[in-house]
């Protein structure tokens, strides 16, 4: 089973800096890496797919790198709006990272 | 626009089953896929499973295997997902999300709170 490490847990920032988060996998994954954002109450919101391409409707602020085992998620300048929990994806199994909480400061 | 409605919350007594459904609307129902995933509170997302809505295939998380059933109704587009014996560990939201056509969630219903208590 391949298993999706977050780190960090939490991330504690203010509005407009950058945020960087990543996620790891136990095993390759090629590019085949999702990245969503879940707010409280809500559902989860795709983000990015394909380890960078940005998903309909999301800000250019949202960005996604890496392949194979190491992936990056990065938000340029945080907005209130983007206070919120992180989640990757892999699209081989459909397993989830554990999420990072990304807090205001 | 696309929308997946589920059913409302459930309260479930330790052993009995739920059955909790997603109706889609806005696209051609046959031409995705659709997944389960449950969160239980304060937790993290936890995947469950994907049917075939053309043929109706399913393939389950190992951890499910034996307690669940995921089934669709064309003529509504409507799509369920059944849990047996429940524990207090199933009490969760429970969400259907739709495939896109990579392979990732781009639509989710708007979930389904399940409890389980005595």
């Known amino acids: 089973e391949i298993m999706l490490t977050q780190s960090p847990a939490t991330l504690s920032l203010s509005p407009g800096e950058r945020a960087t988060l990543s996620c790891r996998a136990s095993q390759s994954v090629g590019s085949y890496l999702a990245w969503y954002q879940q707010k409280p109450g809500q559902a989860p919101r795709l983000l990015i797919y394909d380890a960078s391409n940005r998903a309909t409707g999301i800000p250019a602020r949202f960005s996604g790198s890496g392949s194979g085992t190491d992936f990056t998620l990065t938000i340029s300048s945080l907005e209130p709006a983007d206070f919120a929990v992180y989640y990757c994806q892999q699209r081989s199994t459909w397993t989830f990272g554990q999420g990072t909480k990304v807090e205001i400061k | 626009q696309v929308q997946l409605v589920q059913s409302g919350a459930e309260v479930k007594k330790p052993g009995a089953s739920m059955k909790v459904s997603c109706e889609a609307s806005g696209y051609i129902f046959t031409n995705y896929y659709l997944h389960w995933v449950r969160q239980a509170s304060g937790q993290g997302l936890e995947w469950m499973g994907i049917?075939?809505?053309?043929?109706?295939?399913?393939t389950y998380a190992q951890k499910f295997q034996g307690r669940v059933t995921m089934t669709r109704d064309t003529s509504t587009s409507t799509v369920y997902m059944e849990l047996s014996s429940l524990r207090s560990e199933d009490a969760a939201v429970y969400y259907c999300?739709?495939?896109?056509?990579?392979?990732?969630?781009?639509?989710w219903g708007q979930g389904t709170l399940v409890t389980v208590s005595s």
């Open positions: 049917i075939n809505l053309r043929g109706g295939s399913t």
């Open positions: 999300a739709r495939a896109n056509l990579q392979g990732y969630f781009d639509y």
